[in-house]
């Protein structure tokens, strides 16, 4: 997973509650902007461009919201990298075949590429992004995806995740799994190297 594993998203963060006040939202206006959130989150890292909800978000709200905001830019913006997992992604790198398993934002991935301070420019091996897939977690759809592009059987795969509901998926279809906590990230890495060496 990307977010809250390989860097700190929004996971166990007030970012959320921060890039409202930015916009302007205060408080009376939070139920309407999640309302307006949620019309569309069921295909928000399948098809649906969040910066579509820019206007909407003028509009409905009245945020005078500047003409060159791009809200996939301001998440990345407020991202930041999560040094600690960098040993166990590069030993495991040293032995194994690594990659990506990922729910994106469309345009997400590529402007997190663009940060280099965040790291993840990196030599996976393979990379489902949910958005060019066209399936997200938890739909096994996508773990059937990711596994019809490496070589090895289920049981052969370590799976490292921050959600639960995603890891249960991913144990349901025999993976190995690693439910890593974004909260502890340091510890969290340093476990999640003893484990790849007991691998």
């Known amino acids: ?19 409202q006040g930015d916009l302007g939202i205060a408080d009376d206006l939070k139920p ?3 309302e307006i959130w949620s019309e569309h989150s069921d295909r928000h890292c ?16 009245g945020l005078n919201i500047p003409a060159d905001y791009s809200m996939v830019q301001d998440f990345v913006n407020r991202y ?11 030993y495991a790198h040293s032995k194994y075949k690594t990659g990506l398993l990922t729910n994106m934002y469309p345009k997400l991935l590529a402007t997190i590429y663009a940060r280099a301070d965040l790291h993840i420019d990196y030599p996976w091996d393979v990379i489902v992004d949910s958005s060019k897939v066209k399936a997200n977690k938890p739909d096994p759809k996508i773990f059937e995806i990711a596994e019809s592009k490496v070589t090895c059987p289920p049981s052969e795969i370590l799976f490292v995740e921050n959600t639960q509901k995603h890891v249960d998926v991913a144990k349901s279809r025999g993976w190995q799994t690693f439910l890593f906590d974004h909260k502890n990230p340091s510890r969290s890495s340093q476990d999640l190297y003893a484990t790849i060496q007991a691998c």
């Open 1 to 19: 997973d990307v977010g809250g594993v390989v860097i700190q998203d929004y996971s166990g963060t007030n970012q959320w509650d921060l890039m």
């Open 46 to 61: 399948i098809d649906y461009d969040i910066e579509q909800m820019v206007p909407i978000l003028r509009t409905r709200l």
């Open 32 to 34: 309407k902007f999640e």
């Open 80 to 90: 930041a990298p999560n040094p600690s997992i960098w040993p166990a992604i590069e």
